[in-house]
């Protein structure tokens, strides 16, 4: 069974860092996309950041030059590194990966998978 297991998060004072990371274990053929979504109290969960397996990236504004995403292929891993954290960046953080994996009864298929989520919060 595919799993993403994610580290990091906390509580973080304003203009702080917090670095996040996700791993993926199981049986699987190819992890294709990977990203970091965020969900605040009362609002719809966004994007935050996504990585293809090439290394290309996509960032959602409000996080450009303050939020870096890399992965590590070896370790079918990927990381958010946070600077400069503002109060708005405070949200649970979900990790998320596109991956190509046998299913139980035939078949390839490609899904979907989340981690637990991690909590972010900075404070002023």
């Known amino acids: 069974q595919v799993q993403l297991v994610e580290s990091g998060g906390g509580l973080v004072q304003a203009g702080g860092s917090l670095r996040l990371s996700c791993a993926a274990s199981?049986?699987?053929?190819?992890?294709?996309?990977m990203g970091w979504y965020r969900q605040a109290p009362g609002k719809q969960r966004e994007l935050v950041a996504t990585i293809t397996s090439g290394g290309d990236t996509n960032y959602a504004d409000s996080v450009k030059g303050r939020f870096t995403t890399s992965r590590d292929n070896a370790k079918n891993s990927v990381h958010l590194q946070m600077n400069s954290l503002k109060p708005e960046d405070t949200a649970v953080y979900y990790c998320?990966?596109?991956?190509?994996?046998?299913?139980?009864?035939?078949?390839?298929?490609?899904?979907?998978?989340w981690g637990q989520g991690t909590q972010v919060t900075v404070y002023s």
């Open positions: 199981g049986r699987f053929f190819r992890i294709n996309d």
């Open positions: 998320n990966a596109r991956i190509t994996a046998a299913q139980p009864m035939g078949g390839i298929r490609t899904t979907d998978y």
